[in-house]
């Protein structure tokens, strides 16, 4: 199939991203500080770089992947299926998983386990998050109702 997916615009994309880690900020740093034990200057730190690696891991993984949808599809990212968004948001939290492990581990100076730890429970709280965030996003900012950028 040789589709041309209707992609976001860019300051849709870039709308979309700030509105999620600054969503995903208020949401999970008051349990994080509270269960890790790291004092909130430090928590803060963290997870605004985590939020800043997350916020470019975002732009990619969310443009890749629509683009590949419709691709494959001919459907644009609006029209996911629930079982595909489930898919999406695995795949976003796994790969930042991958990326922010090291980082949690040399910031608050946890082991790998209590860091292993403490980064699946921040990605378990993102996938769901990040599903019904997208959920939402999707039905107030609809593709098909966006200026063309072509």
């Known amino acids: 199939m040789n589709h041309s997916p209707k992609l976001r615009s860019l300051v849709d994309r870039l709308r979309q991203i700030a509105l999620f880690e600054i969503g995903g900020l208020l949401l999970i740093t008051p349990p994080f500080v509270w269960?890790?034990?790291?004092?909130?200057?430090?928590?803060?730190?963290?997870?605004?770089l985590i939020a800043a690696i997350a916020a470019?891991?975002?732009?990619?993984?969310?443009?890749s992947?629509?683009?590949l949808e419709g691709r494959l599809t001919g459907r644009t990212a609006d029209h996911r299926p629930v079982l595909?968004?489930?898919?999406?948001?695995?795949?976003?939290?796994?790969g930042l998983l991958l990326i922010s492990l090291p980082i949690i581990m040399n910031?608050?100076?946890?082991?790998?386990?209590?860091?292993?730890?403490?980064?699946?429970?921040?990605?378990?709280?993102?996938?769901?998050?990040?599903?019904?965030?997208?959920?939402?996003?999707?039905?107030?900012f609809p593709i098909d109702e966006m200026p063309s950028t072509a």
Do not use: C, K, Q
């Not at 470019?56 to 443009?63: D, G, H, M, P």
């Not at 996938?127 to 019904?132: E, G, P, R, S, T």
């Open 56 to 63: 470019l891991w975002n732009a990619a993984y969310n443009t």
């Open 65 to 67: 992947f629509d683009w």
């Open 84 to 94: 595909l968004r489930g898919i999406h948001a695995l795949g976003f939290e796994g």
């Open 107 to 140: 910031w608050s100076g946890m082991g790998w386990r209590e860091a292993l730890i403490a980064d699946i429970s921040l990605a378990l709280t993102y996938v769901a998050y990040a599903f019904v965030f997208n959920l939402i996003y999707d039905r107030v």
């Open 35 to 48: 269960l890790s034990g790291v004092p909130l200057t430090d928590s803060l730190g963290l997870l605004a």
